[in-house]
């Protein structure tokens, strides 16, 4: 029967094994993304809660899946260099609990190291988007995974990773290739992500408090912008300029009082101070009321 072909695409039972236990380039997409639902789901998955989607009837995927090598063998046509470390498996040193499968890398790209990522897209607008701008919410979407990827690419080679590139297949088009320079600060942002989101996972604990993450900005469109002609930049600066010292001094007396509370306590209060201990972990202050 047909249906033969497309259960070759369903990943094996071991894969699906190593992937629970550890945090995926396409998964810190999802925690990235702010999507309550997909986070939620991903937690029941992690937590053996729920099955993970069947996805070899997904048209997109399975085009994603077929195409891969000829996007790849395009690009490397293209660029007229050499993808190197297909489908490789990284799993984490310094945070054991990530992991990826990298689509390649290229040694040579700008004399620097590439990680590469091969997607396939439909390419159409969501509601109220133009069409100009599908491309560009692709690559705010998949930042974080080749982000991911480059860290992990990066400590397995113990060699600077500065480049991330994704070849996109749109529709019946030819691969278009977008390039981005790998941001480091980033990096750690979504690795305290996708830490405080398995620390909930390994406590049984629904991750409802995953902290925001900015959208990622290729650098090449960050601007330096004047500020001095709002009114509002301006009030709050005088504020910051005029509390400085006393912003200074509750941050050192925070942090230190926090560290007095007992490691059982779900909270600490005296003297018209309260510490709260988040789920997390995390301990968060607050002045009493009357």
């Known amino acids: 029967m047909a249906i033969s072909f ?65 996007n790849l063998e395009w690009t490397e046509h293209y660029l007229q260099t ?13 945070h054991p609990f990530m992991r990826c499968t990298l689509d390649g890398v290229i040694e ?29 919410r692709l690559i705010r979407y998949y930042a974080p995974q080749l982000h991911w990827n480059a860290y992990l690419l ?8 500065e480049y991330g590139l994704l070849s996109f297949i749109r529709g019946g088009d030819k691969p278009i290739l977008e390039e981005m320079q790998i941001d480091t600060a980033y990096q750690e942002e979504l690795i305290e992500l996708g830490k405080y ?6 406590l049984g604990f629904e991750p409802d408090e995953i902290p925001t993450t900015t959208d990622f900005v290729p650098q090449a469109d960050l601007v330096p912008v004047d500020m001095e002609k709002d009114e509002r930049w ?16 509750f941050k050192e007396s925070s942090d230190k009082i926090k560290k007095l ?11 018209g101070v309260k510490i709260k201990v988040q789920r997390n972990g995390s301990k968060r202050l607050e002045i009493c009321k009357d």
Request: aromatic share 6%; charged share 30%; with cysteine.
């Open 82 to 94: 050499t993808i190197n470390m297909r489908q490789q498996v990284i799993e984490g040193k310094k």
């Open 154 to 161: 990066q400590e397995y080679l113990d060699k600077p990773v």
């Open 6 to 70: 497309f259960e070759k695409l369903r990943m094996d039972k071991k894969s699906l094994s190593a992937r629970k236990k550890k945090l995926g380039g396409s998964e810190i997409n999802i925690i990235a993304s702010g999507n309550k639902e997909k986070i939620h789901n991903l937690f029941l998955e992690k937590t053996d809660q729920r099955e993970p989607d069947d996805l070899t009837l997904i048209w997109p995927v399975i085009m994603g899946h077929i195409t891969e090598t000829v």
């Open 108 to 136: 040579n790209y700008k004399n620097k190291i590439a990680v590469i990522d091969a997607k396939f897209t439909l390419g159409r607008p969501v509601k109220d988007e133009a069409w100009g701008d599908v491309i560009p």
């Open 234 to 249: 301006r009030s709050f600066a005088l504020q910051i300029i005029q509390t400085a010292g006393a912003n200074k001094i």
């Open 197 to 202: 989101f398995m620390n909930c996972v390994d």
């Open 261 to 271: 509370v007992p490691p059982n306590a779900s909270e600490a209060t005296g003297h």
